[in-house]
C-alpha cells in the first residue's frame, strides 16, 4: 500500500520519489493483470517515469461502459482475481449507464483513508455527531462516505434517505450536530419542517456543520449564504470525488472555501484541454478537465482517466490548515457543458445568477428541446414558497444573464414545487430531444 501517513500534508516535491516508485508498481502491475490497458496501449509499455506518463492514451468512461457488459460484471479492467473483490459498489448513473464498482479490502481502506483526510479538513472531528443521509443501496456515496466519516473519529449515525419525519426527530432527540448530504437535501428537509412540524423552524434542529457533497452548488456564495441564514450552520463543500476512482479526495477547509486536493500519494493529477486534450500545467488560474491515475489500486485501476469535471486552480501553495495539496473549483462537467453562440456555459454559472434573486427558490432547470448549435439558453426557474413574479422579473433575469454571462437567455418563471426536491442528486440539464 503506498499510502503516507499524513501524505496530504507533504509538499508535491517531498513525496516525489515516493510516486515516482508506486508508480513504478502501480504501472507494472496493470500491464500484468489489465487486459483493458493492454488492447488500449496496443502492447506497448508504459513510461517508467510517471513524468512522462501522458505519452499514454486517455482512458474515459466510454471505453469503461463498453467493457462492462463485454466482460461483466465488472469489464476487463478490473486487474485482480474475483475472489479478492472485497465490495461491490454501483454508480448513480446520473450521466449514462450505470457501474459496477469492485474493491478489494486494501482499496476499501486507502479510500476510507483518503476520504477520512478531506472530511477532517472539512471540520469534522472526534466528539461531533453527525448524521449521513446520502443513499445507501450500492451507491458509493452512502456505505463508503460513511466509513470516512468514521475516520475522523466522529459519531456516525447511519440514517441514508427517506422517512425524513424521523430523521428530524433523530436529530432533535439525540442532538446530532453535523449532516452529511446532499446541497439540494436541505430543501426536502425544510419542505417537510413546514408541513410536519410547523412549531420548528430549521435553525431549531440545532446543526451547526454542513458537510455537502455529490453535485454542485455548494460553491455559490448566495446559496450558502441562504443555507447559513435559515440554518444557522457552517456550509462546507466536504465531499468531492469521482466514484470510478475514490469516493472523496478534495474538501474545503475553515480557511478557504476552494477544494483542497488531499490523495497526491496515491492518485496522478493531470490538466488537459477538454477540446483538444493538449496538456495543460497545474498552476493557479488554469482551467481544464481533470485526469486522474491511480498509484495504487488493485481491482480497477485507472490510467489516464478523464473525469469529464472541469476544474480551474486556485492555488498550489501550502494553505494555512496545513494541506499541500493544490486548490481547486469545479467550473461543471463536459457532458453538462451547453455551448451558446461559441460561449461555453454550464450549469454552475446559471445558478450564481438564479440565486442571486430573492424572488426565487434557487432552483432551476435547463431544458433543451432540440440538438446543438444553440443561440440562446432556455432556463426554467421556480418561484419561492412566497416568491412573487411582478412580470418583469424573467426580463430582469434575462438582463442579469446577459450582463453576468454574455450570453442571450430566455427565461420562463415556473410556480413554486414545480421540480421535485430529491434526496440524491439533481439532473439539471435536461436534454428532451434524446
Known sequence: MSLLQDGHLMPLDEIAQHRQQAWERQSAY????????????????????????????????????????????????????TEKV??????????GQAMNLAMSAQDCEITEIVGGRAQSLAGLKAGT??????????????????????RTGATVVPFG??????????ILETGITAISCTPSYPAVLERVIAGKFPHLSPRDLGLKLGLFGGEPGIDDPAFRKR????????PRNANYGVSDVFCNFASECAHDTALHFVAHDVLHVELIDPGSGTPKEVVAGNKGELVLTHLSRECQPLVRFRTGDIIRVENTQTCACGCAGFRFRVIGRSDDMVVVRGLNMFPTMVAAVVTSFDELSGDYRIVLDA???????????ELATDGQDDGTLSRRMEERFKQNLGATIRVKIVPHGTFPRTEGKTKRVIRSYE
Open 30 to 81: 496493470v500491464v500484468e493483470n489489465s487486459a483493458f490497458y493492454q488492447r488500449l496501449w496496443d502492447g506497448k509499455a508504459p513510461p517508467r517515469r510517471l513524468e512522462d506518463i501522458a505519452r499514454l492514451p486517455f482512458s474515459d468512461k466510454a471505453g469503461l461502459r463498453l467493457a462492462q457488459p463485454a466482460s461483466p460484471p465488472f469489464g476487463d479492467y478490473l486487474a485482480a482475481p
Open 129 to 150: 455527531m453527525v448524521v449521513h443521509c446520502l443513499n445507501y443501496q450500492m451507491w458509493m456515496g452512502g456505505l463508503t462516505d460513511h466509513l470516512t466519516l468514521e
Open 227 to 234: 443555507l447559513s441564514d435559515t440554518w444557522g450552520m457552517q
Open 161 to 170: 434517505v427517506g422517512s425524513t419525519e424521523l430523521l428530524i426527530n433523530t
Open 86 to 95: 472485497s465490495r461491490l459498489h454501483r454508480t448513480s448513473g446520473t450521466t
Open 371 to 381: 440538438p446543438p448549435p444553440y443561440d440562446v439558453l432556455p432556463v426554467h426557474a
